[in-house]
């Protein structure tokens, strides 16, 4: 079956500390693997976009890499600020599932002041 | 438009119930997909759309979910006799084509089934 897995649930950290979110699928077949952002009774805000042929992605403070081999990526936040505070969400669409991008359940990120 | 328009944002029914809940996309985005998010969890994919094509509706929990896209434009989810499993958050997205660009998402439309 075809999943992505998050890790931690969830998480909390001083201002200003660095910090790597994970992500994890189960097949290295994939298409491209998007990070996104989810603020409370919010929709998802795209942050980076990683194709199959990328190693990593970098947005201002953000960066996500992509080792298909090892079936993981990491979302680095550097220098976080209160703001952040989000579910920060990985999404997989794999070359043999269709059209259809798979979700894990994400991570609670909360920054404190 | 400048965003992925969804209507309404909160819908309360009664169990048994039909409700409607419309998607409009950004203008010129070939592709649609529907999502379903229960709390706490990440959005499960429900159909995709390829202009007014349904190309997938594997994620479509039961026949009570219907999708359609008649003009390749504004998309309208429709849940029959609604039951207290079908609350959630129903999520729109659209890209320029296919997954190969980045999904857009719409706010979202609540429904909660009494």
């Known amino acids: 079956k075809q999943e992505v897995t998050q890790i931690p649930a969830a998480l909390s950290v001083p201002e200003g500390e660095n910090l790597v979110l994970n992500c994890s699928f189960t097949d290295s077949a994939i298409y491209n693997l998007q990070w996104f952002r989810q603020d409370p009774g919010k929709g998802l805000t795209s942050l980076l976009l990683?194709?199959?042929?990328?190693r990593e992605q970098t947005s201002g403070r953000l960066n996500a890499s992509l080792d298909k081999s090892s079936g993981r990526s990491t979302l680095y936040i550097a220098a976080s600020q209160p703001g952040d505070s989000a579910t920060y969400l990985c999404?997989?669409?794999?070359?043999?599932?269709?059209?259809?991008?798979?979700f894990g359940a994400g991570t609670r990120l909360f920054v404190k002041a | 438009g400048a965003g992925v328009s969804q209507s309404p944002r909160y819908k309360v029914a009664k169990r048994g119930q039909d409700v409607a809940l419309r998607c409009d996309p950004i203008s010129g985005h070939v592709s649609l997909f529907w999502y379903q998010q229960a709390l706490g969890q990440g959005p499960e994919f429900l159909t995709y759309?390829?202009?007014?094509?349904?190309?997938?509706k594997s994620g479509l929990p039961s026949d009570r979910f219907f999708a359609e896209r008649p003009e390749g434009s504004v998309s309208t989810l429709k849940i029959q006799r609604t039951q207290q499993e079908d609350s959630a958050v129903y999520l729109c997205?659209?890209?320029?084509?296919?997954?190969?660009?980045?999904?857009?998402f719409g706010a979202g439309s609540r429904l909660t089934v009494l």
């Open positions: 990683i194709q199959s042929s990328q």
């Open positions: 759309f390829q202009n007014e094509a349904q190309l997938d």
């Open positions: 997205a659209s890209s320029l084509v296919g997954g190969a660009n980045v999904l857009t």
């Open positions: 999404a997989v669409r794999y070359n043999t599932g269709g059209f259809k991008t798979i």
